[in-house]
């Protein structure tokens, strides 16, 4: 090769690379995306660069390209696989890169489960998604807001306790956006009204069942009608045992009668309370229960075993705090009063072996305690009487003491002036 | 005697009556304060206030492994159990979440609440559903055969 | 000598039946032989009470000894079942009132008793001040007095605690707080009241200690001393019915005063026995030094004028802090209690007696009255 030939392959070799070079220099950075969204006018394009610093992924070291880019040297082209703001059918696919890869989790959070894709995909809104692309289905960045995720234990995030019933009712309780589904849309309003959401919303009692400890969190779906019973024997465990008892499982499921729904309702869970208690029976025991078959009255049978406890409860708190109010010390026997509240937790319990005789049972126990306490007010109130008496014929003797003494002065008196 | 000389018989009578009075009167008041001073001295049937710290009425020996048992700790419930290793523990009876009544579990070896599932360990500890905090715990002291169950500290 | 003396009652007053009485006077000459107890007899005898319009006001002074010596037999009583720790006060109190037969009746008769003993001091020195029986020679008495006023009220605030209810704890805490607003020696005294820096169970036992012992054996010393120098001296004739030339007849101690005081004295036992039946002593809930402050504390009646008059200072009077003030104001005005026998004193023997002390007494006591209906109907929350 000549002299000339090598310097000219050498030039061009090297102008060659002056491109690459440059082009390496001005990779953009997750920094630059957000400094460069941030000044933008449209608010739906600066607020995700605005409110992602409070995300957790952001304080985990992740930045925008994480999740946008594909790291490469074509960042920004959706050819290679960047995701501007990525369709509803993606997004399932997109968290789940990282969050379905236990190897890749365990680096920032080994306790995290890596199966929430795997679950979704087999919920109410995966399955419309999968096989309706449904537009209006939630994915994940629905219920844990884009940009601005935090982990269920943080109040300020929309998965903690008592956001939930906020973040379903957000598409849930909206009758256009529900339009068309198959779904009631009073499950909010329900809930709030029912004992659950009032411990929930009015004692802030985080315990309380919220829409995820029934319908599950990812993989979201209506319990099946045989599972009503397990969903709610998870904290109700001695109602479903006696459920179990009795019998009626098997047939409940046989009629699709979801167990515990059938008369308590699912959403709008009221506190037990024994006025219904016969009324019910009407409405659901005597379908099936038809006469010459008397086992449909059983309830009528328990409410009347349940009011002879409860009255006499009150008859002997009414016989406690006559005594009290005059003065009588029975916190003793008022205490133990208390326990008969214990015992009709227990009889209500009983209720589900839908039979009279368990209920029966504790309701006999409950009766010996009323019967103590209200002899222990009588008792009070007897020695209230004794007193009164007591002192009556105390100030007999002393007012007849006063008189003598009296009589006793005048006499000296007189004799001294004789 | 001065009044009888001065107006006879009359007087006579009217003094005894007087002094009838008087002495039957005050024999009466004696009485009337001594009957409840005597009586508030001879204690009780239940000879002891209910204080910090309670006796059981049965002793460590009535109390097999592995069971519990519910006794009055002043105006609470309280909760003996003997651990399945033979030590005594007790606990405010009262569940942390609603105050429901607690129970010991054979079959499951830890304490448990009927009302809504709740369970609580060995040491007292929230362990599975809704409660909030652990139950609060007791000192046992074992004297001779008796069981005194006191507050911590 | 067996002398056979008569028995310690006058003459008309023989016992019944002479059987009984003979053997009755036998027991009393062999008892007198050994201790002598009848020697005081022809002092006793001749104690004589001023007879006039005034002499009503002779009897509120022994009220007030039997009530004493009422508290101290209910005190004693209680003693038997009282537990004073923080742990046991509450509780034995509830199990008295409620398990122990009459302990209801002996708690209500020394709570009541002891407001009303403490009502019969205020009205007997306000008696005394009123007909200046402070005058020489009896000076020490009035002092002495003066005195056991302030000890029972110090009975009545430490004795206010020992149940150790919610209403007790706080106002405690108020009331020893006071103290601590003193200059330099104020934070000292406070925390030694307190036994520690604020109330608790060291609180508790260290005002038993005082109500039990120190206050009882203080307030019996200066009864005795009263009560000697009261027999010493004799019933005081107040000035007016001296200037009148005196009493006209008086009556003997022995037994006719006492006969009625005995009369005064029942009056009162049922009374108090008639309160306890239907409005017995109040015990409330358990004092829980980290529950909040209940609405509505306050002291007993008779710290009410003070303690509503410290409400009603301004935070700072003259550049020194109101309270301060107020207090400052309270220990000239308790000094010059004591002393005014010393201030009230006669240019001249036979000079008039002044009525500027009376002046001075009506307005006391009706600053007090109506700071005490001012306590009770203050509402806190405006």
Not at chain 1, 136 to 143: F, I, L, Q, R, S
Not at chain 2, 20 to 36: C, D, E, I, N, Q
Request: glycine fraction near 10%; aromatic fraction near 10%.
């Amino acid at each position: 090769m000549s002299g000339a030939r090598v310097a000219w392959t050498v030039t061009v070799a090297a102008l060659a690379l002056v491109p690459a070079a440059a082009g390496a220099q001005t990779l953009p950075t997750s920094e630059d995306c957000r400094d460069c969204h941030l000044g933008l006018p449209d608010v739906r394009l600066s607020a995700p660069a605005r409110s992602y610093e409070g995300d957790v992924h952001a304080a985990a070291g992740f930045g925008c390209l994480a999740c946008h880019g594909t790291g490469g040297a074509d960042r920004l082209d959706p050819a290679a696989g960047f995701l501007s703001a990525p369709l509803r059918g993606e997004i399932p696919g997109m968290c789940g890169r990282c969050h379905s890869d236990a190897a890749f989790m365990r680096q920032f959070d080994p306790g995290l489960r890596v199966d929430q894709v795997a679950e979704y995909w087999t919920s109410g809104h995966g399955e419309r998604l999968r096989d309706f692309d449904d537009p209006g289905v939630a994915t994940c960045t629905d219920c844990h807001v884009a940009h601005a995720i935090r982990p269920p234990d943080d109040p300020a995030s929309s998965v903690y306790a008592a956001n939930i019933v906020a973040t379903c009712g957000r598409c849930h309780a909206d009758p256009q956006h529900m339009a068309g589904r198959d779904i009631d849309t009073d499950q909010v309003g329900a809930y709030r009204s029912s004992v659950h959401g009032g411990l929930l919303f009015d004692d802030g009692d985080l315990s309380a069942p919220v829409c995820n400890d029934c319908h599950g969190n990812h993989g979201a779906a209506p319990p099946g009608v045989a599972s009503v019973r397990n969903v709610c024997g998870q904290c109700h465990s001695v109602m479903a045992d006696y459920f179990d008892q009795s019998g009626h499982a098997e047939i409940f499921n046989a009629s699709d009668l979801a167990g515990c729904a059938l008369c308590h309702g699912h959403h709008a869970v009221q506190p037990a309370s024994d006025e219904t208690l016969g009324e019910r029976s009407v409405d659901v025991c005597l379908t099936c229960h038809t006469p010459p078959d008397t086992l449909g009255l059983e309830f009528e049978r328990m409410q009347a075993v349940l009011d002879t406890l409860e009255m006499a409860r009150q008859a002997s708190l009414r016989v406690l705090e006559e005594a009290e109010n005059m003065g009588m010390e029975v916190s003793q026997a008022l205490f133990e009063l208390g326990d008969v509240n214990n015992i009709q937790t227990r009889a209500h319990s009983a209720i589900h072996s839908f039979r009279v005789d368990p209920v029966r049972e504790q309701v006999t126990a409950g009766l010996e305690i009323t019967t103590r306490a209200e002899e222990r007010g009588l008792e009070a109130l007897g020695e209230h009487r004794f007193r009164r008496v007591g002192l009556g014929l105390s100030s007999v003797v002393i007012v007849l003491l006063i008189i003598g003494l009296l009589l006793r002065i005048r006499d000296l008196e007189r004799a001294e002036e004789a | 005697m001065k009044g009888e000389q001065a107006t006879g018989t009359g007087n006579v009578t009217r003094k005894r009556f007087v002094d009838w009075l008087l002495g039957t009167s005050a024999g009466g008041f004696v009485a009337a304060v001594f009957y409840p001073v005597v009586r508030y001295i001879i204690p009780p049937e239940v000879p002891e206030s209910a204080v910090s710290s309670v006796t059981l009425a049965f002793t460590a020996d009535d109390v097999p492994a592995n069971t519990g048992r519910i006794f009055k700790f002043g105006t609470r419930p309280g909760l003996l159990l003997k651990t399945p290793g033979g030590e005594l523990r007790a606990f405010s009876a009262r569940c942390t979440h609603l105050d429901c009544t607690v129970q010991y579990r054979e079959d499951l070896n830890h304490i448990w609440c009927a009302c809504h599932n709740g369970h609580f360990d060995l040491a007292g500890r929230n362990i599975a559903g809704p409660p909030p905090t652990p139950l609060e715990r007791f000192d046992v002291n074992v004297r001779g055969s008796q069981i005194v169950v006191s507050l911590r500290g | 000598m067996a002398t056979a003396s008569p028995p310690d009652v006058p003459a008309a007053d023989a016992p019944a039946p002479v059987g009984r009485g003979g053997r009755i006077s036998a027991f009393v000459g062999w008892l007198d032989d050994r201790i002598g107890f009848t020697a005081i007899m022809p002092l006793m005898r001749k104690k004589e009470v001023p007879v006039h319009r005034h002499s009503f006001w002779y009897y509120i002074g022994g009220m007030a000894l039997f009530l004493f010596v009422l508290q101290i037999a209910t005190g004693i009583l209680l003693l038997f079942y009282y537990r004073p720790s923080a742990e046991g006060a509450f509780e034995s109190i509830q199990f008295l009132m409620a398990e122990v037969e009459f302990g209801w009746l002996i708690r209500s008769i020394h709570s009541w008793g002891a407001n009303l003993m403490i009502f019969m001091a205020f009205v007997h020195m306000i008696s005394v001040m009123l007909l200046k029986a402070y005058r020489a020679p009896r000076e020490i008495t009035w002092m002495t007095g003066v005195g056991l006023l302030f000890v029972s009220m110090g009975l009545g605030f430490t004795g206010y605690l020992l149940p150790w209810n919610e209403l007790a704890f706080f106002a405690t805490r108020v009331g020893t707080e006071i103290p601590g607003v003193l200059p330099v020696v104020g934070p000292f005294i406070r925390d030694l009241l307190r036994g520690g820096e604020d109330i608790s169970g060291a609180t508790l036992t260290r005002f038993y200690a005082l109500h039990v012992s120190v206050l009882p054996a203080l307030a019996f010393m200066l009864v005795a001393l009263h009560v000697l120098l009261v027999q010493r001296h004799g019933m005081s004739v107040p000035p007016g019915i001296e200037a009148e030339g005196g009493p006209r007849r008086s009556i003997k101690f022995f037994p006719h005063f006492l006969l009625r005081d005995l009369v005064g004295w029942l009056a009162a036992l049922a009374i108090l026995a008639a309160a306890a039946a239907f409005f017995p002593a109040h015990l409330g809930v358990k004092a829980d030094p980290f529950a909040s402050a209940p609405a509505g504390i306050q002291p007993e009646w008779y710290f009410m004028f003070m303690f509503q008059t410290l409400r009603y200072l301004p935070p700072e009077i003259l550049g020194i802090e109101g309270e301060l003030v107020g207090i400052a104001a309270f220990g000239v005005a308790g000094l010059v209690l004591l002393v005014v026998p010393f201030l009230d004193r006669p240019e001249a023997p036979d000079a008039k007696p002044s009525k500027l002390w009376s002046y001075l007494t009506y307005a006391a006591l009706a600053y007090i009255l109506l700071l005490t209906y001012l306590g009770y109907t203050f509402d806190p929350t405006t």
